[in-house]
């Protein structure tokens, strides 16, 4: 089984990866946060740096891009080619209603005409790569067949489906059957990626899909840091789990090795508490009541503050057990 981390927009950018990578190396691709390009620029600086190979050093990296101009798309991957990339991802899967509204990521399914237009002219002109990551339609069901039929046209490196409508965003139970649809009608790789949280719910897609050999995980990994272990540890006797200290202690060596990285790159502490807070949105699920921690560190205006409020949440608050 391989696994794939799937990106989020302002958290799992080049410091959370290498930190990540150094204390959990179990993740076979990271994915960036999307490259939004426009007429004026391929790529933003922060966008730039984020993909520059000295700021990835050994980690096995896909850019992913966000567009439905042809033209942009392939200004991007020159750049990208010439920074030694052989792969890029295209996003037709990020339901924000932002994105949407522009007829980007899963919006863009919404016109399968113009999509094929456009994908007609990147697989002809691009020189890296292309897989895809994408939602099985915008609103209903039968929206994916045709969509199917025009994903077999293409020499995708990989299909990643997140079996879900646009409108039903994270909410509901993935729709399996869609994920076995595409098995059937494309011989490109396939990779699942929705909703795997624990060894229990990973089990249960392969239960119901026992092809799958490839999986995104986004969310699951930012709850647990430390997830992919848990699985691999579940598939094989080979591997095993780590005490409960030996987990806190990783756990604390990453979000140590966190907070350096962004103190090192950023003015100030309002900044860098600004992006250690937003981790805490998903990091607090790693522990059992964490809620009046949590509070604690929302509430610090500074480092000292927000490292005495975290040393107490590691300090007092139990780790959950595995598979919990």
């Not at 399914?109 to 895809?132: A, N, Q, W, Y």
Request: net charge negative; proline share 7%; aromatic share 10%.
């Amino acid at each position: 089984m391989k696994f794939y981390f799937a990106p989020m927009e302002g958290i799992t950018g080049y410091v959370f990866r290498n930190a990540h990578h150094a204390c959990f190396p179990s993740v076979d691709r990271y994915y960036t946060p999307f490259i939004s390009p426009n007429q004026n620029r391929p790529m933003s600086p922060k966008e730039k740096r984020d993909v520059l190979p000295e700021n990835n050093r050994n980690i096995p990296l896909i850019p992913q891009i966000l567009t439905n101009n042809a033209a942009q798309f392939l200004q991007v991957t020159k750049v990208l080619a010439d920074m030694g990339y052989e792969e890029v991802n295209l996003n037709l899967g990020c339901p924000s209603g932002t994105v949407v509204a522009r007829n980007r990521g899963a919006g863009f399914l919404g016109t399968p005409r113009e999509l094929e237009d456009f994908l007609d002219e990147i697989f002809e002109k691009c020189p890296l790569e292309i897989s895809i990551k994408t939602r099985i339609g915008m609103d209903y069901m039968d929206e994916w067949a045709p969509l199917l039929k025009i994903y077999q046209k293409f020499p995708m490196k990989e299909l990643i489906i997140h079996p879900r409508l646009q409108k039903e965003g994270y909410k509901g139970t993935p729709h399996l059957e869609a994920f076995a649809e595409a098995v059937e009608a494309l011989q490109c790789p396939l990779c699942y990626n929705g909703d795997i949280t624990s060894p229990e719910s990973l089990t249960q897609i392969l239960t119901k899909l026992p092809s799958i050999d490839t999986v995104m995980i986004g969310r699951g990994i930012l709850q647990n840091p430390g997830l992919l272990q848990e699985l691999k540890a579940a598939s094989t006797e080979s591997v095993a789990l780590p005490s409960c200290e030996e987990r806190l202690a990783v756990l604390k060596e990453f979000h140590t090795s966190l907070l350096t990285g962004y103190q090192e790159i950023m003015s100030g502490d309002t900044n860098t508490l600004y992006k250690m807070k937003d981790l805490w949105t998903f990091l607090s699920h790693s522990f059992e009541s964490p809620d009046k921690y949590v509070k604690k560190i929302r509430k610090a205006t500074d480092a000292s503050d927000y490292k005495l409020a975290v040393n107490a949440l590691f300090r007092e608050c139990a780790l959950k057990s595995e598979n919990s």
